[in-house]
Nanobody, 124 residues
Framework: QVQLVESGGGLVQAGGSLRLSCAAS????????MGWFRQAPGKERELVAA????????YYADSVKGRSTISRDNAKKTVYLQMNSLKPEDTAVYYC?????????????????WGQGTQVTVSS
């Protein structure tokens, strides 16, 4: 069993930046593909970014491409999502997810473990 704990969310003004962190603990596999999802009120949970176990392959949703960076530090068992130029529409609960295999087009089904989420609120 793997536990994922997100942190770094909070309230930020439009145009600001946040770095979300996801720390893994418990019984873990050596390699996990990781993803960040978000869910706004009344909307479906959507993929924001994904990264392979090595960090060599990344995916970004069009909505955040160019202003977000996903990275990982496997020694710390932590994945990060740096979000810049934040917009009010970025407001959502952000979830970290881990899966045993990389998918070219990651989806919710790609991932086996999920964190509880961290709230990101972007004010105008």
């Amino acid at each position: 069993q793997v536990q994922l704990v997100e942190s770094g969310g909070g309230l930020v003004q439009a145009g600001g930046s946040l770095r979300l962190s996801c720390a893994a603990s418990g019984r873990t596999a050596s390699r996990y593909a990781m993803g960040w999802f978000r869910q706004a009120p009344g909307k479906e949970r959507e993929l924001v970014a994904a990264i392979s176990w090595s960090g060599g392959t990344q995916y970004y949703a069009d909505s955040v491409k160019g202003r977000s960076t996903i990275s990982r530090d496997n020694a710390k068992k932590t994945v990060y999502l740096q979000m810049n130029s934040l917009k009010p529409e970025d407001t959502a609960v952000y979830y970290c997810a881990a899966g045993t295999k990389w998918a070219i087009l990651p989806s919710k089904a790609t991932y086996d473990y999920w964190g509880q989420g961290t709230q990101v609120t972007v004010s105008s």
